[in-house]
């Protein structure tokens, strides 16, 4: 499905910032464990992975979508130079309600509901055209997110 291994500048920046300045605030925030409030977005358009600078899938129904820490499997051991996060169950997105079509090129993940910090970027291995009452799914162990 996708594999994202583009960290975005603020998690590059808040990461080494909790490990190197004992979690120290960057312009008044602090680095918060994420853990039950990871969501998965779709995007239609990537213009800077890398400063999550993204368009955010809009049609009706569509909403992120909460995949909570237990659902969540780590991959590798510290002798390894991939570590990997997977999905274990299947993250399905509302049917599309509304007329017309919509193209998913990119999954994303990030730290709300809505607005918040994007963290990964990935561009799907196929992009997905939507049309009416269709839905999105990411089938179990299908995300996977590296750090190299």
């Known amino acids: 499905m996708a594999t994202s291994n583009a960290a975005t500048n603020y998690l590059e920046r808040r990461l080494l910032n909790f490990l ?3 979690n120290a605030a960057i312009g008044g ?10 969501y998965v977005g779709l995007a239609t358009a990537v213009s ?4 999550g600078s993204l368009t ?3 049609f009706g129904g569509y909403a992120r979508q909460q995949v909570a820490a237990a659902s969540w499997t780590t991959i590798g ?8 996060a997977k999905n274990t169950s299947a993250i399905d997105f509302p049917a599309k309600t509304d007329s017309g079509t919509q193209t998913i090129t990119h999954v994303f993940i990030v730290d709300a509901s809505s ?5 990964f970027v990935g561009a799907l291995d ?4 939507l049309a009416e ?6 089938n179990a162990t299908n995300l996977s997110i590296e750090l190299k």
């Open 77 to 84: 051991a510290d002798s390894t130079d991939t570590q990997t």
């Open 29 to 38: 925030v602090t680095f918060a464990s994420p853990g039950d409030s990871i």
């Open 133 to 138: 009452g269709d839905i999105f799914r990411i």
């Open 56 to 58: 955010e899938a809009s």
């Open 126 to 129: 196929a992009s997905k055209t």
């Open 48 to 51: 800077a992975a890398e400063t």
């Open 20 to 22: 190197f300045k004992n």
């Open 115 to 119: 607005s918040g910090n994007i963290l």
